[in-house]
């Protein structure tokens, strides 16, 4: 490699590192010296509470609740006696620890109280730290948010974090975990290095393209290593809808005629009732929701009235919105009685919705489909059929259970078609903000790609590479931080 190439490299490289000494800056905001403290654990009463704090004043803050003692061995938990340091009063005799920074989740200087969990004693102990000079209540997230103003996180792994943080089903608590393990900030890196090289391989053709040192097929090279980039941000983006299911819920709809048993399944599903159920046809007349762990899947289970033709104008209504929830499902629960597959509204089910879904669902279009056959405990020996060929389909009984396994293996592994399986193949983008740069990151590459200028070509690639260096932390604003630490718990 020649002289100036190899220049240009590291140069490049430089650059692709000032983002990260820049969001120092722009998280610390001006207190970013005081000392904060905060209630970690859950409120109410528990066993143990854990009391954290973070700052320059952190040693002194245990030294005064444990006076006269000296501060504990590093990252040793060591049992001390708690005393107001304004009175003498003791407070608890709690275990203590000590983490000075920057070996620490902050980078700072921390101490952790783990006292008994009794309202009175957090209390007291929470009274006494604020007597400490120095020393003020943590706001929401004011934890994380200096820990990624340190570079202990990046905003990635923050995501991750707060994600983990509300995860209610086992599928997002995996792929929080492979968030907060920084998996999306590590490839986001490897691409960021790869524009790093494409930038250096365009600027030395620039400034010596007339240099005989200099390589030959350098533009090519760079070429090639963009179009590689361009198929691998395609994939993503592609599949960036099944992240955002992932952490928000697909939506799941049951639908079917009236009277085959959409409410009861609702009811076996979310395990309580939602749903009235009555052998009265059309006892549904509006859309009721509720979010369910399906499967370790986040879902939002909706249950719909039944389709039919001819009725009264409010249940009439309830069938226009079930239609409706069905143009916007991610998979559809279609009940039928599997006693009674022969009627004109089963049948009718069949040709207009079954039929034309999974028609689309085949050509990668709309939604997911599952067929049930519900009431199979009214099946008798030898019954006749329904008189025509059904679709693939499973047998379910909600009155005694039968069946429920399989369906729920069934629904594992649709959901994981519909948000992506978040224990194998390439992590999830789960947020809009994802899906944002890297889009604006493909965007700047093809305008790389249809440049007729050099000097064009060499800023749409420092462009591209600037949307992943925000994906991950640098050159955000106060705002976009604010957006994303103001969901995050106080302690945290």
């Keep these: 490699m020649s002289r100036g190439l190899w220049t240009l490299l590291s140069r490049a490289a430089r650059g692709l590192c000032r983002p990260s000494a820049r969001r120092g800056s722009c998280a610390s905001g001006p207190a970013a010296g005081a000392t904060i403290f905060a209630l970690s654990s859950g409120q109410g009463r528990c066993g143990v509470a854990v009391i954290r704090t973070s700052g320059p004043a952190s040693g002194l803050a245990l030294r005064s609740l444990t006076a006269p003692r000296d501060l504990p061995p590093a990252r040793?938990?060591?049992?001390?006696?708690?005393?107001?340091?304004?009175?003498?009063?003791?407070?608890?005799?709690?275990?203590?620890?000590?983490?000075?920074g920057p070996r620490s989740f902050t980078g700072e200087d921390c101490a952790e109280f783990h006292v008994h969990g009794g309202p009175a004693v957090v209390s007291g102990v929470l009274q006494a730290l604020g007597r400490v000079p120095g020393l003020r209540p943590a706001e929401a997230g004011e934890f994380t948010r200096?820990?990624?103003?340190?570079?202990?996180?990046?905003?990635?792994?923050?995501?991750?974090l707060a994600?983990?943080?509300?995860?209610?089903?086992?599928?997002?608590?995996?792929?929080?975990?492979?968030?907060?393990?920084?998996?999306?900030?590590?490839?986001c890196r490897g691409w960021a290095e790869t524009l790093t090289k494409a930038l250096a391989y365009v600027e030395a053709y620039i400034d010596f393209g007339e240099d005989d040192n200099l390589e030959e097929g350098v533009l090519e090279r760079a070429d090639a290593q963009v179009r590689e980039l361009?198929?691998?941000?395609?994939?993503?983006?592609?599949?960036?809808?099944?992240?955002?299911?992932?952490?928000s819920g697909a939506h799941v709809v049951v639908a079917g005629p009236p009277n085959a048993g959409k409410s009861s399944l609702v009811n076996l599903l979310s395990r309580k009732p939602v749903s009235i159920v009555s052998p009265e046809p059309g006892t549904t007349r509006d859309v009721l929701?509720?979010?369910?762990?399906?499967?370790?899947?986040?879902?939002?289970?909706?249950?719909?009235?039944?389709?039919?033709?001819?009725?009264?104008?409010?249940?009439?209504?309830?069938?226009r919105r079930a239609r409706q929830r069905l143009e916007q499902a991610d998979l559809i629960l279609a009940v039928l009685d599997a006693s009674d597959l022969a009627s004109p509204s089963s049948c009718d089910f069949l040709d207009t919705v079954v039929g034309p879904v999974r028609t689309q669902s085949t050509n990668g279009q709309g939604p997911r489909l599952l067929l049930l056959l519900n009431k199979s405990d009214l099946l008798q020996p030898g019954q006749p059929g329904p008189g025509r060929e059904l679709p693939p389909h499973l047998l379910l009984s909600c009155l005694t259970g039968q069946g429920l396994d399989g369906l729920l293996d069934a629904l594992r592994k649709e959901l994981a078609t519909v948000c992506g399986d978040p224990a194998a193949g390439p992590p999830l983008l789960t947020r809009a903000r994802h899906q944002h740069h890297l889009q604006a990151c493909l965007d700047a590459l093809g305008h790389y790609s249809g440049a007729t200028d050099l000097a064009l070509a060499a800023e749409a690639l420092r462009v591209a590479r600037g949307h992943l260096a925000r994906l991950t932390g640098g050159g955000g604003t106060e705002e976009i931080l604010d957006v994303i630490f103001r969901d995050f718990c106080v302690g945290k």
């Design 163 to 187: 994600d983990l943080i509300h995860a209610e089903t086992e599928a997002q608590r995996r792929q929080a975990l492979r968030q907060l393990d920084g998996e999306l900030g590590h490839l």
């Design 230 to 247: 361009q198929e691998a941000l395609g994939a993503h983006l592609r599949d960036a809808r099944r992240g955002q299911r992932l952490r």
């Design 76 to 100: 040793s938990a060591s049992l001390r006696q708690l005393s107001d340091p304004s009175s003498g009063e003791p407070l608890d005799r709690a275990l203590v620890l000590w983490f000075p």
């Design 289 to 319: 929701e509720t979010p369910v762990d399906l499967a370790g899947f986040p879902a939002l289970l909706s249950d719909t009235a039944g389709l039919r033709e001819g009725v009264g104008p409010v249940e009439q209504e309830g069938v």
């Design 146 to 160: 200096r820990a990624f103003a340190h570079g202990k996180l990046n905003l990635t792994e923050v995501e991750g």
